[in-house]
């Protein structure tokens, strides 16, 4: 217990003190875009994770992540909402969608759901580039930055856009959302829920046979997927300022997966750190020019040969 | 003896193959009841259609005067019908304690919402389980294992881990398909005796079985089927001097019946 309790203190710290000072020791503040992007892109990823973790491959966040995007950034722009306000809608949005459309795909199993999702994120880019409101290839640019927010008279965040770097505003932002959302998620799946969808994961059909209601859970885990979808994106586009169809593409959508992989499908922060590495990784390599994709995707089959259960599976031996 | 579950008229076709024809009997509570038969003679599918798993042309399965049948699996376990699986169908990843907790799912009083939150309901149901599945341990002999991971164990226990599954949902009538399959003699003595501890934890069971000899042991009553067909029911004695039912067996050697 008090093992777990010095983790969440030194995560906290790093994420709350140490990368801050950081920043502003070696003056690149450019790196709090990289970290916001890294926090955000971490919570669509833990979706991610919470369907392989009820046995479901699924390559189709960056269609969520879209979809919230487009919904923040069109309240905020056509009907004068509050950012604040968006980021629930946003979430809920991409959960009863997920639902509509989880209903009849979730019933495939493997590569058949993989392949299925994988189109899904190529049908949203289409979608937003076919529908009236989302203003086609050209996007929706110039959303103002979020306005002052506060809960019963106390100010939870101040008006963004008379920040000198509204970018130090939203890498906080972003990190309590990937610290709440991650706990959420530490808190679900080490509940009986999370057993239940492990069993789901391991075999349906015994599940079926105890009295599981097979079909509601894996909606049901699809769904607050899909929710933490379109909350990452919501505030990516937010912190962006502009969403296009080609926000996010498959390419995302393969990344998001990735980054379970990475950091291993049997650990809740697996995701996390695996966006974390990914991301810089790819970032490090840019120097490496025309070799980049060539070194990047090297490295990634070399890890996944040596570590099939992720990154943070290396811990877990050496405690065994 | 009261009847408790009841198979009425119940057909199962597959394209032009008709793999249940008409099958109707009644099970009575605490009664351990054989489904036996050459091989394809649609037992298997009765099986799946008694628990739910697969849908039937026509006909229908009661328990307790309600129909279980054409719904999915978890309604007919929630009503009390449960079946179990031949071996590799385990929770593979979990210990084999772990594989028994879970599957405490239907003894549940608390939501989904109050797991997640931990509230005083879902505490003292996780504390139910934990004993409950001990007992159930205990009971099958599982108890010196039970830290193991369930796909290490040897093939005896999985057989028991099944059952053990079972038991967790806390049936009123338990499915065993072919418990005894791939069992040397002193095995099967084993699993009969295990199966009689069933019956007296209060159980009703139905079994579908190849192994004669331990069918004919261990059964009240036995439903023989061919192509698909009923073709006798009644006592082991029986059975065995039912001349369809030996025809049926034609070219199997007399003792491979018990005679």
Redesign the interface.
Known sequence: MTKKIIGLLLFLIAVFVVAPWLIAATGRTDLYYVFTSVALLSIASAGVWLTFYIGRINIGQGAYALMGGYVSAILVMYYGWSFWWTLPVAGIFCAVASILIGVPILRLRGVYFAMVTLILTEVMRLLALAVPITNGAKGITSIPLPGPISLFGLALAPDFATLENPRIAFYYLSVVLMTVCFALMYRLVHSRIGHICLSLQQNEELASSIGVNIAALRVMAYAISSFLGGLAGAVFIGATQSIYPSSFTVTDSVNFMLNCFLGGLGYVFGPMLGTLVLYLGWNLLFSMEKYQLLIYSTAMIVLMLVLPNGLLSLGAKRKG | MAQILEVKGLTKRFGGLIAVNDVSFGVNEREILSVIGPNGAGKSTLFKLI?S?LKPTSGEVTFKGERISNQ???IA??KGV????QET??????SVR?NV???H??R?KAS?LG??L?SAE?RR??ARFAGSADEILSFLGLDAIGGELARNLPHGHLRALGIA??L??NPTVLLLDEPFAGMNHDETMKAVAMVRKLRERGLTVLLVEHDMPAVMKISDRIVVLNFGEKIAEGTPSEIQNNQRVIEAYLGVEDEAIGL
């Open positions: 628990s798993f999915a699996p978890h376990a929630r449960v079946r179990t699986f169908t385990i929770f593979r990843n979990m772990d907790i879970v599957a799912q239907l549940a989904l797991f997640f931990g879902a149901d996780e599954i079972g967790a949902t």
